[in-house]
């Protein structure tokens, strides 16, 4: 982490900062990265067929809607 030199007149960026990453965190295997797309293809599926039940249920109950007592 960064670290002050002098935290009260100025604060500046010590070499800590600048030093690139020297891990790369969580490598992922190719079983892994299959497993990921298939979880975000179906998240994306099942959100697009919500989206179409939502528009096809707007489309039947029609402009009735918006016509309701208050």
């Not at 030093?19 to 990265?33: F, N, R, S, W």
Request: glycine content about 6%; charged content about 20%.
């Amino acid at each position: 982490m960064g670290r002050a030199s002098c935290p009260i007149d100025r604060v500046s960026v010590g070499v800590i900062m600048n030093e690139p990453a020297k891990d790369k965190g969580v490598v992922l295997t190719e079983v892994q990265k299959r497993a990921r797309r298939s979880r975000s293809i179906a998240i994306a599926l099942v959100l697009a067929a919500l989206v179409v039940l939502f528009y096809a249920m707007t489309l039947v109950k029609g402009p009735m809607v918006l016509v309701r007592p208050i």
